[in-house]
């Protein structure tokens, strides 16, 4: 969304205390800035083919940040038989009599940087341009990360210890999947347990207005291949009345989607989306479309991004162009991402899909599907004390009203976080907006925004007492 040219300015707490933690928050900011840069320039990816030692560094980079605060800080991960997890920082400080425990979950594992030749700048050094912070995780998320740090530090600061519980969770491996993460909760679930729980890897309305994330997609990934020829054979020779596979995996592509550009496999939820919508000028903008592109789908844009199924081709085999030969190819396949409308079950939709494909198997052709990653949505409950204090102190750290608001992305491992602590209030929060470019060349964050996060999980923590 375009960012509107002026923004509210946040009026001074009126309560003492509470203006203490703002003027803390302030005052440590050009320290919080250059931890920041300092994470940023640590390129750990929790993938196999990157150097793991950067992902160790990292690790242990923001285990001193959190030890530097006087709490127990570890470094943990878990071996789920398959693989050893990424490292894991652990901190906790407990709470004292009657007073609640707060989790506080970030990640410090960050994409790839990709093309380097696609960024303005380098990937790992973070530069200010325009207000923006611009580097490899300075949003996703090692803002995440100092929101905490700096947010734990202040409070420190303008209060000493308040009573409430503290437990930092800031995981190693999320870019990668998270494959270990319901493995580390099993394993520390008395460790990591929490009245209310803080994730900040979600985002904002728009640079200048807050957020909570109220839901979440689902995810199923699979991947479809059709065979058409044992081999390969000359295009002339048998062209016509053999089709090759990259044209029969198009058509059956084709099938997924109506004339409407809604997803066509039945048995889906399909939701609707109330309050916020979203202007169609701004998310063109947003989204780089092209002139002239049409938009997919019917229903309110919130809607078709929220509480709809939507289904992509992330990945394609097929020989590529500068290598091309006048051959009909015999085999072609596609990776699909379905993102889920919360209430469905992952399992009955990769069935639904793997029921779709196989059925519309185009001129009789082999179709096989093999089943990929499947995540659970989220559906917070608004209504909820820590929910009704988080919007409160989002409110007055940004100046302006905090709104409630889904996303169309998926964050898996929260439904783990809500299996495991049933009882345990999850807020959604975070300091990515519609230009933070989350995982593709310059990824940045607002300056600004990131200063009144760290100001409203400030205020939050130090509401959430007894």
């Known amino acids: 969304m375009t ?35 300092g994470l940023v320039g640590i390129p750990g990816i929790a993938w196999a083919s990157f150097d793991p030692e950067n992902l160790q560094r990292s690790a242990r980079t923001v285990a001193g940040l959190f030890g530097d605060l006087g709490l127990d800080a570890q470094v943990l991960s878990v071996d789920d038989g398959d693989r ?81 519980g503290v437990t930092v969770f800031v995981e190693g491996e999320e870019e990668a999947g998270s494959p270990t993460f319901r493995a580390f909760l099993d394993a520390h679930r008395d460790l990591l347990r929490a009245d209310v729980i803080v994730v900040a890897d979600a985002g904002n309305w728009k640079a200048g207005v807050p957020a909570l994330t109220t839901s979440l997609r689902g995810l199923v990934d699979a991947t479809v291949t059709v065979r058409v020829l044992d081999h390969g054979v000359h295009s002339g020779m048998f062209g016509g009345p053999v089709l090759d596979a990259v044209t029969l995996l198009s058509r059956l592509i084709a099938t997924l989607h ?100 196989t059925g519309h198997a185009p001129f009789g052709a082999t179709v096989e599907f093999a089943v990929g990653e499947r995540g659970q949505a989220f559906d917070a409950d608004v209504t909820s004390t820590a929910s009704e204090l988080a919007l409160r102190s989002l409110s007055d750290a940004w100046g302006t009203p905090a709104v409630t608001a889904g996303m169309g992305g998926s964050i898996p ?19 990515i907006d519609p230009d933070t470019r989350a995982h593709g060349a310059n990824e940045s964050m607002d300056k600004a925004d990131f200063r009144n996060a760290i100001v409203a999980e400030a205020l939050l923590l130090h509401r959430l007492r007894r």
């Open 3 to 37: 960012e509107s040219t002026t923004r509210p300015q946040p009026a001074a707490p009126s309560d003492p205390t509470e203006a203490a933690i703002v003027a803390a928050v302030d005052e440590n900011l050009p320290g919080t800035l250059e931890s920041l840069a």
């Open 84 to 164: 050893a997890g990424g490292p894991a920082v652990v901190a906790t400080r407990p709470a004292a009599a009657g007073q609640p425990t707060v989790l506080l979950y970030a990640h410090h594992d960050v994409q790839p940087p990709g093309d380097p030749d696609a960024w303005e700048s380098e990937p790992f050094t973070m530069v200010e341009r325009d207000g923006r912070l611009f580097g490899r995780g300075a949003a996703d998320d090692k803002g995440g990360v100092m929101v905490h740090v700096a947010a734990l530090g202040a409070l420190a600061q303008a209060v000493g210890e308040s009573g409430v």
């Open 258 to 357: 109506d004339e409407n550009g809604d997803v066509a496999v039945e048995g889906l939820v399909q939701g609707e989306a109330e309050g916020l919508d979203y202007d169609e000028s701004a998310f063109r903008a947003d989204a780089s479309m092209l002139p002239g592109t049409e938009l997919a789908g019917t229903g309110s844009l919130t809607t078709r991004l929220w509480n709809r199924p939507a289904l992509s081709v992330i990945g394609l085999d097929a020989p590529a162009v500068d290598v091309a030969s006048n051959t009909i190819t015999p085999t072609a396949r596609a990776k699909l991402s379905l993102r889920l409308a919360p209430g469905q079950d992952p399992d009955a939709a990769m069935e639904a899909l793997e029921r779709h494909l």
């Open 413 to 431: 491992f929260v439904a783990d976080l809500t299996e495991v602590y049933p009882e345990a209030q999850i807020l959604l929060t975070g300091v």
